[in-house]
């Protein structure tokens, strides 16, 4: 996969910043393709803490930043969102905790959002925000339901405070049924509550999360995201696993989880879309369904990440240059994928989804000049082992296959 630094880009200089001329690069290209942008993603980057196991641009302890955040996204927005044509269906907020916001900041980044897309002509059919359950007050409530948000996504991720505190989250697990309850009274009935499993150091560890999937499902969630837990590069959690100080939770425990969360999921009637997300019909996430089926979404916020037909960018991923700019924010890296990558990239994308990847896609995929072949020698062993399996001329992950879908979507790409 071609990894072009962002003064590699063709398109004549706008800015002497390269990054600057990057963001413009997608953002023309948005306009004159018709680009279609589906999504927009805003990444709040404030948390009152930093979890052991989190490797997001997150930051703790400079909470006085918090308003000039708001006023830079804002202005970033205007840079950007009085481009796209009609279309945007989604907003996603996420971070970071974007309700540790203060209400003031909030409010006016809601509204301020708001405006430039009512501007626009655009018409949202979900609004996210991401929640920790003790930043949820009656009047954040208020305040989300009132700027245009009608799904709030809940970090409980175990309501047992022994995983809590392995994974170094320090919110008080009865505050997530309260933020629920707050969040509906508000009139928000979307929510979706976030869960990680395979904690490590736990007792009874297959006990632990079958009721805490049980204890999420008494609060009727319209979505459910479970994670199995993930030792990222760099964050502590990962070095206390590289010092011994923690041992995994063994792949067997792990495979029945992951086991037990799809069997117990579907009888409580919800549909399992992709290899982590259930939701009851009709309530599947309409802006992660854009990653996965490789649609043209658009970045705000430091760190945030992009897509515009096959060009994948990030803004930069520190606080004081993103801050200190105007406009267009400097970006860090760009991708542009090839043919063979595009190709590939959907594959690997859609495998995720229990809906798989159309037949016509996979042709492509293998017949790709680079990988083609290489990909379709992994795939009809993968299909003999009984990993993949065609289904109504898509090809899919088998029960089986979903136990080990990153190796086997590893392998594909
Ligand atoms: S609250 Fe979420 S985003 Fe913030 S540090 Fe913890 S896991 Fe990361």
Request: glycine share 10%.
């Amino acid at each position: 996969m071609p990894h072009l630094n962002v003064l590699d880009d063709s398109s004549p200089p706008e800015d002497s910043r390269a990054g600057t001329l990057t963001a413009a690069a997608a953002l023309r290209e948005v306009s004159s393709v018709g680009g279609g942008i589906k999504g927009i993603y805003v990444h709040v980057p404030f948390c009152a803490h930093r979890c052991h196991y989190c490797d997001f641009f997150t930051i703790a302890g400079r909470d006085e930043q918090r308003a000039d955040y708001v006023a830079r996204l804002l202005n970033e927005a205007q840079a950007a969102l009085p481009k796209f044509p009609v279309g945007v269906r989604t907003v996603f907020i996420g971070g970071g905790t974007p309700t540790h916001l203060p209400i003031d900041s909030l409010e006016a980044l809601l509204s301020g959002l708001g405006s430039l897309l009512r501007a626009g002509g655009h018409t949202i059919e979900e609004w996210t925000i991401e929640a920790n359950p003790d930043t949820v007050t009656p009047d954040v409530a208020a305040v989300l339901a009132a700027g245009g948000v009608n799904r709030v996504s809940i970090g409980a991720q175990s309501f047992h405070e022994g995983s809590l505190a392995a994974l170094e989250r320090n919110h008080d697990p009865s505050n997530v049924s309260r933020a629920v309850e707050l969040v509906r009274a508000a009139g928000i009935s979307d929510v979706s509550i976030d869960l990680i499993f395979a904690v490590p150091g736990q007792p009874e560890p297959l006990e632990l999360w079958r009721s805490d999937v049980d204890e999420a499902l008494a609060l009727d969630p319209s979505h459910l995201s479970c994670y199995n837990l993930s030792y990222e590069l760099g964050t502590p959690l990962r070095r206390r696993l590289d010092t011994g100080a923690i041992e995994r939770v063994s792949n067997e425990i792990e495979a029945e989880m992951y086991e037990f969360t799809i069997e117990r999921l579907a009888a409580a009637g919800y549909e399992q879309y992709e290899v982590s997300n259930w939701a009851r019909p009709g309530r599947r996430c309409l802006h992660n369904l854009l990653y996965w089926r490789n649609e043209n979404w658009w970045p705000l916020g430091p760190s945030g990440s992009g897509h515009v037909n096959g060009r994948r960018w990030r803004n930069v991923p520190r606080l004081g240059p993103w801050l200190q700019g105007s406009g267009l924010p400097p970006v860090d890296t760009v991708e542009q994928l090839d043919i063979d990558g595009q190709l590939g990239e959907r594959l690997m994308l859609g495998l995720r989804l229990n809906e798989g990847v159309p037949r016509a896609v996979v042709e492509a995929a293998l017949s790709a000049p680079s990988r083609g072949e290489a990909r379709r020698v992994t795939l009809d062993e993968a299909i003999q082992k009984g990993l993949l399996a065609w289904h109504q001329d898509h090809l899919v992950l088998s029960p089986s296959g979903l136990l080990i879908a990153d190796a086997i979507i590893g392998d594909l790409l």
